[in-house]
């Protein structure tokens, strides 16, 4: 019996060790254990986390800190005197409207109570969540004594990579996103350059920094993703790069006085967010961000996702013009008319009316654009009020237009009046910009300060049932959690930058980057569906860089709960490709990521909700490729007739880039496709039930 008894005793010991030797740290992991973090504090007591994946460490040592204002000391001298422990296996939450129905949050977490050893004894919290595809952290202020109302000179959270990873990456400028993705190795990042090639309404990039989201790809061949969740009353984060060091470190936005920001305690930072995959395109499925913000504040079930068309591209290729005095003015009653005509004709639910309010003649200025739009006056030749009767009696909605000219306080002053027109009219989406620097001078469109005006949009415009689709806007940090009338967003170089940038517009690669990295944030308005490609005759130095195909791939491709159906429309008359952009849909129940690399292409495909229809969309940069599609997505024992819209035989995205054409074959789960991508070319599907 005692030898039986000592055995076992033995087995266990050695059980244990071996399982101490597999996991020589067990302090937070994932749920299935693949992500493994340790946070600890170092003998002089400064905390520091690491990340290991599989096994690899792939974020190194990595310190965590602040500088506050009122600080005389570094951020040391801290012991932990509490780790509490949680796990969450819920119930998945639902969507009001997304790339999906439903998503699981499941995580474990671990709240590490942080306590200086000296005086003045100050507690800060660390909060971290492990989930299967990354993990997030955030800093918890506690009031106190000592920490109530503070100035942030930094926060210096550290993402320690060690490793010459290959990124994918924007300059970390403070005032826009609009810029053409670099792929380097993280030690050749040198992010000063676009100082000089920018040429933007406004840019400003003070460090050798990147913006987030930025992607990796280790040498073991894992992707990693960077940004943040839940940003709010806190400048947006960007990362300085030490390219000797290998580590990124936050750097906030700040503003001219070199302050980073103002919080009052008790408060909680935006999350920091590391996703981890094996596979490129699972970085696009991950959900973590959206998990990391709030449940929703309220019911948005007013909101109904669209296409929308819009008179808008006439402005960017140079027909018409926002102003009225130029003569060429786009916005006119006649215009909108037969825009609704044929909106209605095609089942398009909406149209944007651009240029339609007085103040357009003043809106490009230095620092003397306070005041110069109302977002109520029409000017004289568009009749708001008929134009919104025509368009309701054809079943299209108005997408109502807020160019604030990046003066906030202007636009917040009138934002209840603007608010209330809308509420009056019945629409119930508005399209924002800011274009040019901010009024007032020194703050930045990615501060803190523009941080709170964007948000201060969002909650007036939610209290009055408004959608919001913000240009020129604070990153999506997964937000629309949240607050779900954040609908969508820019914050990327969308396609306006083809119809007039004299750098030649985006190369093929750059949505093929795009699905990797700013979509990872969220919802994106990019305005696919340029049919007319080399901008005959209005724009001879400039086209867009895709075949036509490749525009159609993009609904699929590029998620957005409104997709514009941008071109004029005589270039949509007579193209029996059209009917992929009237039959495809804008809400999904699920999506998969069939395959993809960063830079290279991405396929994905979209159930669409209340239907049993799928869609695909395909892309590829430059270079040409066969892709082999595996229809086990669709539902065993339907048959589907597959509507096939791919390149040519010889299309390609500047020699030949509008020949396409269209095949019907019909398909069941087992079946097989294979695509042909021409360079910069692109493949759509639609798959309908035929029975
Ligand atoms: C920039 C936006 O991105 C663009 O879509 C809009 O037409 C102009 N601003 C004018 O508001
Ligand atoms: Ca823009």
New binding site residues.
């Given amino acids: 019996m005692k030898k039986v008894y000592l055995l076992s005793l033995l087995i266990a010991i050695i059980l244990a060790s071996c399982l101490l030797l597999l996991f020589p740290f067990n302090n937070l992991s994932s749920p299935d254990r693949a992500i493994r973090v340790k946070i600890d504090v170092t003998d002089d007591g400064i905390p520091y986390y690491f990340v290991k994946y599989h096994g690899t460490t792939v974020i190194d040592t990595s310190y965590l800190g602040f500088k506050f204002s009122s600080d005389t000391k570094a951020f040391s001298g801290f012991e932990i005197t509490d780790r509490g422990y949680s796990l969450q296996r819920d119930e998945p939450w639902e969507m009001p409207w997304g790339e999906q129905r439903t998503v699981e949050d499941d995580y474990n977490g671990m709240k590490v109570v942080l306590r200086e050893t000296e005086e003045p004894f100050r507690t800060i919290k660390l909060e971290f969540k492990a989930y299967n595809d990354g993990i997030g952290f955030r800093y918890i202020l506690p009031e106190q004594e000592g920490l109530r109302d503070l100035i942030i000179l930094d926060e210096n959270t550290e993402f320690n990579l060690k490793e010459d990873n290959e990124v994918w990456w924007i300059p970390g400028d403070w005032d826009i996103y ?1 810029h053409l993705y670099s792929h380097t190795k993280l030690s050749e990042i040198d992010a000063l350059k676009f100082q000089v090639l920018s040429g933007l ?1 406004q840019t400003y990039i003070p460090y050798n920094a990147v913006n987030t989201p930025v992607t990796m790809k280790t040498k073991d061949g894992y992707y990693l993703s960077f940004h943040e969740a839940n940003l709010t009353d806190y400048p947006g984060m960007t990362l300085k790069v030490d390219t000797i060091k290998l580590k990124l470190t936050s750097e906030l936005v700040g503003n001219s006085n070199d302050i980073k920001g103002f919080i009052k305690t008790p408060f909680k930072t935006p999350w920091r967010t590391i996703q981890i995959a094996d596979k490129a395109g699972d970085l696009i499925k991950s959900k973590m961000i959206l998990n990391l913000n709030e449940p929703a504040k309220f019911d948005v079930s007013w909101f109904k996702p669209t296409k929308y068309m819009g008179i ?1 591209w006439d ?2 290729i140079g027909t018409k013009s ?1 102003d009225y005095a130029s003569g060429r003015h786009g916005a006119t009653t006649e215009y909108a008319k037969k825009y609704i005509d044929f909106c209605a004709e095609n089942g398009i639910g909406a149209l944007l009316v ?2 339609w309010n007085t103040g357009w003649e003043h ?1 490009f200025g230095d620092f003397d654009r306070e005041g110069i739009f109302d977002f109520v006056t029409p000017y004289p030749d568009y009749d708001l009020k008929e134009v919104v009767a025509y368009g309701k009696s054809k079943g299209v909605e108005i997408i109502m ?1 807020h ?1 604030t ?1 990046a003066a906030p306080r202007t636009y917040a002053e009138q934002m209840d009046t603007a608010y209330a027109l809308m509420n009056e009219l019945g629409i119930s989406t508005v ?1 924002t ?1 800011y ?1 040019g620097k901010i009024i007032p001078k020194g703050e930045y469109h990615h501060g803190q300060w523009m941080v709170n005006q964007y948000r201060l949009a969002l909650t007036k415009a939610a209290a009055a049932n408004i959608a919001i689709n913000a ?2 806007p604070i990153k999506d940090t997964g937000i629309r959690r949240t607050y779900p009338n954040a609908i969508s967003r ?1 914050g990327m170089r ?1 396609q ?1 930058f083809n119809a007039w940038s004299p750098d030649g517009g985006n190369p093929p690669n750059h949505l093929p980057t795009v699905a990797f990295t700013r979509m990872l944030a969220g919802p994106f ?1 990019f ?1 696919p569906g340029i049919f007319n490609i080399k901008l005959k005759p209005y724009k001879p130095n400039n086209q867009i860089n895709t075949t036509l195909a490749q525009q159609l791939a993009l609904y699929v491709v590029i998620y957005s709960p409104v997709q514009m159906v941008p071109d004029l429309i005589e270039n949509y008359e007579g193209q029996p490709a059209f009917q992929f952009i009237r039959d495809v849909g804008v809400d999904w129940d699920e999506t998969r990521v069939l395959d993809g690399e960063v830079g290279e292409f991405v396929t994905i495909v979209r159930k669409e909700r209340d239907t049993d229809n799928w869609f695909l969309g395909s892309i590829t940069n430059e270079d040409q490729r066969r892709i082999n599609i595996n229809c086990d997505f669709l539902n065993k024992g339907k048959k589907y007739t597959a509507t096939i819209y791919s390149d040519a035989k010889d299309a390609h995205w500047d020699k030949n880039p509008t020949d396409y054409q269209i095949d019907t074959v019909e398909v069941y789960h087992r079946s097989d496709i294979s695509l042909n991508l021409a360079p910069g070319g692109g493949c759509a599907i639609s798959f309908f039930p035929s029975d």
């Fill in positions: 609009e309404a808008w402005m960017h926002w651009e240029g809106w237009h160019e000219s399209k910009g274009v240009h020129e820019e969308g306006e308005d305005t």
